[in-house]
Each structure stands twice: as C-alpha cells, then as structure tokens.
C-alpha cells in the first residue's frame, strides 16, 4: 500500500529525476491574479511563464499545489458528500514544460509513472484525446500501445483548455482509471460518463496556440505542457479503494469527526461533508481567508457553516469543528509545516465563527422546518430563502443543501428579487443624507463594507431622519 504522503513524494521524485524542478505550492489566494476566486490548478502560479511576461531559470516543474474548487468557474461544493471524486479543497500533482518537451514526453512521462513506477494495470485505464488531435492519437496508440477499445475522442467542453477568451490555449488528454462494473457509469464520451465508474484521474493540456481577438488560433512558436493529477483520486486507485473518502488521510478525518460529533456510523455522507470542509477551511485560513460576508471570505463563511450545519444534523450542537484542525495538522503537517505553526489560529477563527453561527442555526432550522411542512410544491419560495440568509446567516447553498436531502429546491431567481429589493431599500434609506445611517455590529466590527456587501445576520442597520 501506498499512503497519500508516499504516493506525492514518488511523483515529485518521479519528474525531478527526470530535469524538473521542485516548486513549492503557491498559496490559495493567488498573487498574480485578482479575477480568480482561488488557486485551482497547478498552472495557476505559472501563468506569466506560459505567457513569456516571466522568465525563469527552469524549462520543466513540478509541483503538488493545494487548490480549492468552492466558487466561480470551477465549483465543487455542491458535488461534496454526492460523488466519490470530488473535493473542495484537493491537492493537485503536476509537471510542466515551459517551451521545453511537448506531447510526446508529456504522455510517455504518464504513462511510465502510471504503469510502470506504480505498476497500475493497463487494462483499467481509458485514454482520451481532444477530436482533432490526431498527433496525440497517433502517440497513444502507435507510440504508447493504448488499446483502442479503451479510447475515445471527445469535445471540447472536457477535451480543450484555454486560459481565458484569448491567449495560450490547446488540446488536452485525460486519463481515466476503471473502477469496474459494479459501479454505475459509463466510459468518458458515453451518455452516462458522469457517474463515478470510470473517474478521471489525470489531464494533459498542450499548450499548442494563442487565441486572438477575433478567435484564431495562432500557433505557439514554443508550445508548453500543463498537466494535473489529483493525489487523493490516485491514492484512491493505488489503496485499492473506490472513493477518495476511503484512502488513509481521509479516513484519519472521518474518524476524527466521529469522535467530536459522536456519530459512530464512519459511512455517514455528513462525516465526509466535514471531513472535505475542514481541510479547505484550515488552509484557507492559514493563506489569509478568514470568515465574511464578501468575496473570498463569504465562500470560507459558506464552507465553515455548511460543515456546521452537518455537525447539526448528527446531533452535535456544541462547537466541534474546530477541534478537527489537530487531527488535520497529524496528516498534513509535515507536508504543510505553516499548518502545524499556525494551528492555534486556525483553531481560533473557526470557533469563533461557530459561536457566531450557534446563536441563529437552531432557529434558522426550525424555521425552514416550518416551511418545509407548509409546502404546496417542491420548491422552496426566493423570499423564504432570502430571510434565512438575511435573518439566520443561511448562505443559500447551505439551505441549498438542506433542501436536497429532502428531494426540495430553492427559487434562486425568487430569492435574487428579494436580495436586489434590499439592496434597494438600503440605498433609498442612505439617502436620508450623509451620516444619518448608522451601521451598529453587534460583534464590535467596526468595517463597514457599504451596503453592496451581504449584510450578515450580526449586522443591524439603523436609519433615522432628523
Ligand atoms: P472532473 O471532470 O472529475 O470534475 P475536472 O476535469 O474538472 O475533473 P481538471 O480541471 O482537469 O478536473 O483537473 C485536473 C485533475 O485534478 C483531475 O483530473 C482530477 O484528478 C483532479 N481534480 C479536479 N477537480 C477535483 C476535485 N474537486 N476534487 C479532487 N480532485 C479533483
Ligand atoms: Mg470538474
Ligand atoms: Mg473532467
Ligand atoms: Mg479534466
């Protein structure tokens, strides 16, 4: 058996005996880039490589970069607790060519580390390729030996990248391992290939052209290699076990979570939910991200008070998240040292946003009960959605999520109405004149974001006229 720790060494290893240089992980707030919501890619930290604006004194890297996938483009939140592959926070293992090798190396480095230093068995794995790529066709099955009954071409919606509306842009190759018969799914390209059989577990981008503002492609005078393989999908495979949920580090997590919520069945979907949350609540901590009511930090709020609620739901309703950092840094630790340092901390912001959340959680609760039993439909109305939000510090995917279980949906563009109506009402109401709004928290903020920002529950807006 191979642990997770083990398994991101051997890949680090792998490529730097082959003339890559080591990167460290770049933090979960990107630094180079104020449109993106989080580091969800190893890429991410080379963007100005890949777009020559940076020189460095490496050709070839590799990495093993903490991402989180909880907002904008990329969004797994949702899919946390209903699939086996997918995680808000993840680690992502990749090794890149900036101008250096191209296709050729890219898939013979694959397919090496894969079947041969990992000796997975070759008649698990599936292989595809963008369409029209017929070079990387021709390498995977002339070069390499795929077996073509375990291939497919496919569009471009899995099987192109781009790096935005313009600029380095090219087909990718996937690489998917079987997890056999007895799980529901159908092979990449077929109608049912989103179930969680056959689970993509590596993605080869070639970095061949640059889009233009009209959308031609150019190609690269030197094309580049991006890849990224997910640590806990390849544990998963090398721990002869099914769902990521099952591999050592993430069962040393839902023990944990066992014990501080006192819900002894270790299969129970809440347990993971938790188990996911905390690590991508910890590390966004450590990389500055701490609980809001905007932007970054309104996404951290969302995840900490969604693993709450589960907490909740398993008879927990003392603070307990927070006590899952130790077992976090026992796994992590060494591979994160800041983790390890900045504990207390970590340990701090999250009790504090879970007494913050204690005091309207219950009630919030007891009231989408209540609407629940009064239901005519399935759907949840926006204005119900909205006073939860607004009067218990429900994000809408947290009431989102409560409502799933229970075969329910919300009326988002309902509860959109009801946010812009507010919006409103705080605009008209600031223009009583300068001074006469006074925003009082209740927790001694003093902040004030304006009344753009998501009034939290804590907030209390006063107007008068004089
Ligand atoms: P999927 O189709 O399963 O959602 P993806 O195509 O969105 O994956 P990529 O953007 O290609 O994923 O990311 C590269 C690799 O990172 C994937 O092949 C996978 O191994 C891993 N990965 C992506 N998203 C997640 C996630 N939410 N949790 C864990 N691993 C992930
Ligand atoms: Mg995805
Ligand atoms: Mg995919
Ligand atoms: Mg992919």
Redesign the pocket.
Known sequence: MKSSAELRQAFLDFFAERDHTPVESSPLVPGNDPTLLFT??GMVQFKDVFLGREKRSYSRAVSSQR?V?AGGK?N?LE?VGYTA????F?E?LGNFSFGDYFKREAIGFAWELLTKTLEMPADRLWITVYTDDDEAARIWLDEIGADPARFSRCGEK?NFWSMGETGPCGP?S?IFYDHGPEIPGGPPGSPDEDGDRY?????LVFMQFDRDANGELHPLPRPSVDT???L???AAVMQDVHS?YEIDLFQALIRAASEVTGCADLGNKSLRVIADHIRSAAFLIIDGVTPGNEGRGYVQRRIIRRAIRHGYQLGQTAPFFWRLVEPLVEQMGDAYPELRERRAHVERVLRTEEERFADTLEQGLRIFDEIAAQLEGTEIPGEAVFRLYDTYGFPADLTADIARERALTLDMAGFERAMSAQKERARAASQFGAGAVIQLDIEGETDFTGYEGLVDQATVIICYQD
């Open positions: 969800n890619a991402c996938r990329h797994d899919n592959r997918h995680h808000t993840f992502m899995d990718c996937e689970v993509e577990i590596w993605n990224g393989m997910g806990e999908r390849l990521n």
